[in-house]
């Protein structure tokens, strides 16, 4: 701070960063063109691009943005996602991060205990990294029962402790099991 006033730098993102893009898509959305041309951006926008279109994302059941609406409307409806213990899963991939997320049975009132007992109290998370189809495995203690959310339809429940991960997917699961 400098004379009682906060001071900060931004840094300027290349042309192939994603901030671009967002600029895109954030004026795309509020104006229905490339934005407000009466105000100077802080970040240089690029020309139009017809395949960055907010609106398009928001009708689309199969866009960005809805996935990351389900993602919200799962955190809000399963508290484990927020407030249960994490544990990760060690991987032989690096290109894999697998956790999961529970409640410690044994730190529970019974009160709370019965609130939680419709909703899933364990979850198990994969990420795959990788721009090519991956296998991870799943310890033999966890019972994966239900896909919870993934980023491309169709997922399979692992078997034989292996779940197959298609390039960048992401799949949550209700899980029973040791913690």
């Known amino acids: 701070m400098h004379g009682g006033k906060l001071s900060y ?19 795309a959305l509020c104006s229905g063109h490339r934005g407000d041309e009466r105000k100077p951006s802080w970040i240089p926008v690029p020309g139009y691009k017809p395949e960055a279109n907010a609106k398009r994302e928001v009708g689309d059941p199969d866009s960005i943005f809805s996935y990351y609406q389900k993602l919200i409307r799962l955190r809000k409806e399963l508290p484990v996602i927020a407030s249960g213990k994490i544990r990760f899963l060690n991987q032989d991939n690096d290109a894999v991060m697998a956790y999961e997320r529970y409640y410690d049975a044994e730190a529970q009132t019974s009160e709370a205990k019965e609130e939680k007992a419709s909703e899933a109290e364990h979850i198990v ?48 699961m209700e899980a029973v099991g040791e913690k």
Request: charged fraction near 20%; glycine fraction near 4%; hydrophobic fraction near 40%.
């Open 9 to 27: 730098t931004v840094i300027h993102a290349g042309v192939d960063r994603s901030a671009e893009s967002i600029a895109v898509e954030c004026s």
């Open 125 to 172: 998370v994969y990420c795959s990294f990788s721009k090519d189809a991956v296998t991870a495995w799943v310890p033999e203690n966890i019972y994966c029962q239900k896909v919870l959310l993934s980023n491309y339809p169709g997922q399979n429940l692992p078997e034989n402790g292996r779940i197959n991960l298609r390039p960048f997917e992401a799949v949550v």
